[in-house]
Every structure is written in C-alpha cells, then in structure tokens.
C-alpha cells in the first residue's frame, strides 16, 4: 500500500531512535554527537520538538537551514552544559550495564593498550545534563561487563553520589540493533525496543553483560511519511547516515 | 609604552626546560604552531603542558619534550585521534593528569583569578578520581551541602596562544567565531606570548571589527610576534582554513620522517618545504 514504508532502512530506524530522545526536551539545546544522532535531532527539531536549539558543530547556533541565531562557544557551551539546559548524545567506545561510559583508552590507563579521545566532556556532561549515547556498531566489545575507563558516569557510580548526582539522567543508549534504557528496579540496561529485523537473540549475543529484556518487547516505531521525506531529501540528501549504519 | 615585538626564537630563549606551559587554541584549531616548531628548534624540555589538546601536543611529546601532560583530550578533529599523542601514550613516554574539559576550564579560572581552586560539579563518580590521586573534594558551607570537585587551579609559568590580529603592545584580537580559551591561558601565565598573522597599528584593531573581538589585553601580555601562518596546519578563520591535506599527511607520516622533512630548518624553511610538498602532490 505504501511503497516508500516497505523499504525503511535500519540507519533511518536509529535516526528515529535517536530523534526520539529529544521529544517533549523543551527549548533546550540538542548536542548530537555523530551523524546519525546529527540526522535525528534535526529530525526532531523539524518536526515534534521545534524549540529544539542546535549548533553548527563550531560556535554558532543555527536554525535548520543554516541561519545563524545565536552565539555559542565553547566557554558559554561549558556554562550552558552546567546550567542543564541541554540534552547531549555522545558516542562510547565501552559501556557497561549501569551506563558507565568509555571514550579514553582500552587497557590499564597507567600505559593503555590503545589510547584513544580522552575523558572530553563525559564526567561534566553525565553529572549536569540528560547524556544519551550512540552506539553504530553493538558488539561486545562495546557492551562490556565493565568499562576501563570511567568517563560518562553510571547509575551505580553516581548513587553513591546523590546531592552531586541529582541532575545525573541517561535517558537512553541507542545501536544499530536496538534502543536501550534504564527503567528497572537497580537502574541497570533494558531493552526497550528492537529495530525491525533485529532478533532479542541477536542483541543478546552482542551484548557483554546480561541485558534485562521483558517478556513483550516492541519494534522501535516506523518513521512517517514526512519523516522519510525529510531524512531523505532534506536534511540529509548526501546519504551520510550510511556511513555509520550500512543499510 | 613598550613595544614588545620579537621574534619566535627570542619567545623560545625566554622559555626553560621545566617549566609548565599552557597552549591556546582547541584540538587542531588556532594552535601557536609557529611557536611550538620554534619550541622544536631549541633543546628546551621537561615540559608540563596544559593545553586542549591537538598537534601542539602530538609533536612536542612525539619530540620527547614533554615530562607531564594536563589534558581532557588529544585530536586533530577531522582526524579524531592524534596519532602521534596516541603512540607515546602507548609507549608510556610521559605522565598525564586527565582531566574533564570543564574541569580544565576552571582550572584555568582558578589560576587566573589567583584563587587555589574552584568548585566544579564534574568528575564525581568518574574515573577521573581514580587516576588523579591528587585531586580533592570540597563540601558546600551553606546547607545544600553537596560535594564538588575542588579543581586546582592549572597556574602556568608560561603561555603560547594564536590570534589574527595584534599592535605592537600585545592587545591580541580573534577574529573568528571562537575565542576559545586563549586570554584565560595568558591571564593564568606569569609570562604569555601572542603570535599573530598580522601586526597593525592600535587603531586599525577597532576599524573593522568589534571592540568585543579584542581578546587579549597588553597587561597580560610579554611578547607579540608577528607570523604569518602561525597556525598553519591548523584553521586559523578567517584568515584560513584547516590545511586537511597537510594534516593528514602529518598524521600518517612517521614522525622522525616528518620532523626531518618540515621542522629541521627555521619558519621560513617550513614554508618552503610545504610548499614544495604541496606542488608535489599537483
């Protein structure tokens, strides 16, 4: 009946994961973090949440289009970040089941095995503002028992924290499998819905701890029309979200 | 009034090994690198660097001129990890304290403003407690009560920044969209010396731009040195660009190979070397 639904690809499931996170956020500033979550909340800026505020990547804040409205840069980014106007979607290279989140090195810090970005703005941004992350490849590499490098602080962590902790939320991790969060009783990873195609199975094996998984989980939701329209032809005619998601 | 224009090698005869030294700019963005490659001629080392981190920090350590690195991060942005940091860190070739960038920034306040430190709501609950034993928390007197990281402040013996524009006195002005953090560097230094692509007379600063755009004050300032490129190959807007074809080149190139290349003779010698390089490649 509807030929463009029939064809969704996976990376235009997780643009609508990841849109997804800023629905209902408020005039708040979106810090996406990748290209697909980059796709996503211009998504949701042009559609469901259009107070949405987002940044050219440097120090301007831009409208859709590009037309500049506001001035940002990193030392007001960093005041900003702990006024908690913000909802901020960052890559992780390991994350553990309570959302501890590593971007600094693999192996012993001391002399690691593989140095990579450092720290960033991971402990300020988990312990200020919503921090969402993206993950494009789930494998247990990534979802691990438990990370070498605490940078994003985790529930468990930040519960031993809870005057610092109180603005601590990780509203949700989003794969190329499938949307996660943490809506159990001790705060570790659920499945919350599974992108179609995907199997519970599937996300189980690429997942290096045991994830906690309902008898009934949904598929992530299908994209509208208009939606598909805009990934495709509007903000992202270049195809670059299969850079990060190959189909 | 004091003009206080020199040259790069006279900025790097004032230097001393030891010493800790903040570096302007941000990841592979307006860094002094004019004065890092001065800093490369000399046989200065031991450093402790304070700096967010680009290929200011991926040469000096890749140099073996770095003793201790104060970091939240090391990359040349559109190539996300610097592969020269990367492998001395693998080699184990100094020590770091990491830190967050936020952490960092009020590092730099703290020191600016002559206070020990400043209370941050960043790093509780990371790791970064755990790899810097040295870092203590403060509890807020009133009756929140809450927690902070007591961040030190990141006082520097010296800072080397990069900007567009500068008299001859050493009021310093950006003229593209970010100031970064380059008058925190120099107002947290005990000596700061400000390369630029162009010296103009004091009254041509304000002709053009916005008094705002004036970054850094002379009061802050001991040395103005005027360089062309200064931050080539890194952006510089809106003079230039990132020179991406050149920073990739330094990222997969052997770093003596590089070094011997491009950074054996003087600025002058550099420029020709990229050059002939760039009509190399047509």
Redesign the interface.
Known sequence: MDVSRTDVQRSEYCVIACAEAWRDAGEILASPMGLIPSVGARLARLTFAPDLLLTDGEAMIVRPDGTPEGWLPYRQHLALVSGGRRHVMMGASQIDRYGNQNISCIGDWARPTRQLLGVRGAPINTLNNPTSYWIPRHSPRVFVEKVDMVCGVGYDRVAEHPGTGRFHRIPRVVSDLGVFDFATPDRSMRLASLHPGVSVERVREATGFALTVSDEVPYTREPTEEELRLIREVIDPADTRFREVSS | MTDKTMTADEVVSRLTSGMTLGIGG?GSRRKPLSLVRALLRSDIDDLTLVSY?GPDVGMLVAAGRVRKLV?????LDSV??EPH??AA??R?AFELM??????F?WGLRAAANRLPFLP?????????M??NSGLRTVTSPYE?????VAMPALRLDAALVHVNRADRLGNGQYLG?????DDLFCEAADAAYVSCERIVDTAELTKEAPPQSLLVKRLSVAGVVEAPGGAHFTSCAPDYGRDEDFQRLYATTPWAEFSERFLAGDEQAYGSAVRNWQEEQG
């Open positions: 941000w981190g970091a939240a991060f090391v990359t996300p990890l940091y990367r860190r693998e184990g990491e830190v967050d960038e936020g952490m920034m941050v709501r960043a790093g509780i609950g990371s790791d970064v755990r790899v929140d009560g809450e927690t902070f969209p970010d100031p970064y953090f």
